[in-house]
């Protein structure tokens, strides 16, 4: 079975600085879809980047990248030019192109960003 | 585009009583989700419909949790009776098909069962 993990609970960054969340995945499969979704407090997730495994070339959507490192089976976010409004808790997601596409999710990292 | 509704956003429930959530997805969207929350942790799938089909139902609880997708539109999920460790925000998400697509999630029912 595929398993999400994210070994940050907690990270912080001060306005205008960059920060990266880490995440690492098990799966023995080849083709995949991995993502980062954001939950800002009491509102809505919404997806921030998605990352096809047969790529090998990073996503990147404006102030957010990823790192994709598909032999390591690992996915971290980066954010630049953090802004108060990117604090949320954010989550890494699987999701296998054969099995079906039910997301599984690791435990999130809560990011703060202070001014 | 309206985004996915639920109701209600919050319920607060006894032990052993029964609770009803309802969705109603972005039009169009022929797939629906169903996932629990659990504080502290990442969602965690329930059911998937395919229109007003069952594609994966393999981690709900099925002694106590039903769902159903009404005419592929429209979806509801039953807890009866309910449990303290059913304290969660259930989350309900739709995509415009089961491949590729982006899910959408709406902004999730919070309930405490106490």
């Known amino acids: 079975a595929q398993t999400v993990t994210q070994s940050q609970p907690e990270m912080s960054v001060q306005e205008a600085e960059t920060v990266t969340l880490s995440c690492t995945y098990d799966?023995?499969?080849?083709?995949?879809?991995l993502f980062w979704y954001k939950q800002p407090p009491s509102r809505q997730m919404i997806l921030v980047i998605r990352?096809?495994?047969?790529?090998?070339q990073n996503a990147t959507e404006n102030r957010f990248s990823v790192n994709f490192q598909k032999a390591a089976k690992s996915f971290s976010l980066k954010i630049s030019d953090s802004q108060l409004g990117d604090a949320a808790m954010y989550f890494c997601?699987?999701?296998?192109?054969?099995?079906?596409?039910?997301?599984?999710f690791g435990k999130g990292t809560t990011l703060s960003v202070s001014s | 585009e309206a985004g996915v509704a639920q109701s209600p956003r919050y319920k607060i429930i006894e032990k052993r009583q029964s609770v009803a959530f309802w969705c109603n997805p972005i039009?169009?969207?022929?797939?629906l989700y169903w996932y629990q929350q659990i504080l502290g942790q990442g969602p965690k799938l329930l059911i998937q419909?395919?229109?007003?089909?069952?594609?994966?139902d393999s981690q709900l609880p099925k002694d106590r949790f039903s769902a159903e997708r009404l005419k592929g539109v429209d979806s509801t999920l039953k807890i009866q009776p309910a449990k303290l460790e059913d304290s969660a925000v259930y989350l309900c998400?739709?995509?415009?098909?089961?491949?590729?697509?982006?899910?959408?999630f709406g902004p999730g029912t919070r309930l405490t069962v106490t």
């Open positions: 997601a699987y999701r296998s192109v054969a099995a079906g596409t039910a997301l599984i």
């Open positions: 039009s169009g969207h022929a797939t």
């Open positions: 419909f395919q229109n007003n089909g069952v594609v994966d």
């Open positions: 990352q096809e495994a047969y790529k090998q």
């Open positions: 998400a739709s995509s415009l098909a089961h491949i590729a697509y982006e899910q959408y």
């Open positions: 799966t023995s499969e080849s083709d995949y879809y």
